[in-house]
């Protein structure tokens, strides 16, 4: 009887293969780490822009607001203007119930460096205010890069 030698060629062709599904596993891991990342910090993004805009127009709160402004921001609001935002807000009293806010969520890249657009349509017993902020979440929380807001014409 023969014996059928395998010959090496065999054996690493089969190792190979091992290599190749383990690289693609990374691979797929990975991907699917970065689309999950994507999707909670966008989810983030958008709770942090209705956080800030109720803690800044409805509650009024001054802290809040200057704990979170980045560092442009605050040199562009010192705290006179920001003491003056509060103060204009916390005049025109409580806007109704639910506040309605465009939101828009971009990418520098395709899965980092986020940057969030929002606008926030207050309707007060006065008139009609639209208040604009940008955040963004450079390394280790959301800051707010600009907020600015206007008084509507009364229709």
């Known amino acids: 009887m023969k014996k059928i030698k395998l010959s090496s060629r065999s054996k690493l062709s ?4 091992i290599v190749v599904v383990i690289v693609l596993a990374l691979i797929g891991a990975g991907l ?17 822009a209705r956080d800030a805009i109720k803690r800044i127009t409805v509650d009024h ?7 979170h402004l ?7 609001n010192p705290p006179s203007q920001q003491q003056f935002l509060i103060q204009r807000f ?6 109704t119930q ?3 806010i465009e939101e828009s969520i971009t990418w520098e890249s395709y899965f980092f460096e986020p940057k969030g657009y929002f606008t926030a349509h207050l309707n007060y017993p006065a ?3 639209m208040l604009q902020m940008a955040t963004s979440h ?9 907020l600015s807001f206007a008084a509507q014409p009364t229709r």
Do not use: H, M
Not at 70 to 75: D, E, I, N, R, V
């Open 90 to 95: 916390t005049q025109l009293g409580v806007p």
């Open 61 to 67: 709160d001054l802290k809040y607001f200057s704990d």
């Open 32 to 48: 699917w780490y970065l689309y999950s990342n994507k999707a909670t910090t966008d989810r983030e993004a958008r709770e942090f």
């Open 70 to 76: 980045g560092p442009q921001a605050k040199l562009d």
């Open 14 to 17: 089969g190792e190979g293969l």
């Open 127 to 129: 008139q009609p205010v």
């Open 138 to 146: 450079p390394v280790s929380r959301w800051q707010i890069d600009n």
């Open 98 to 100: 639910p506040i309605q």
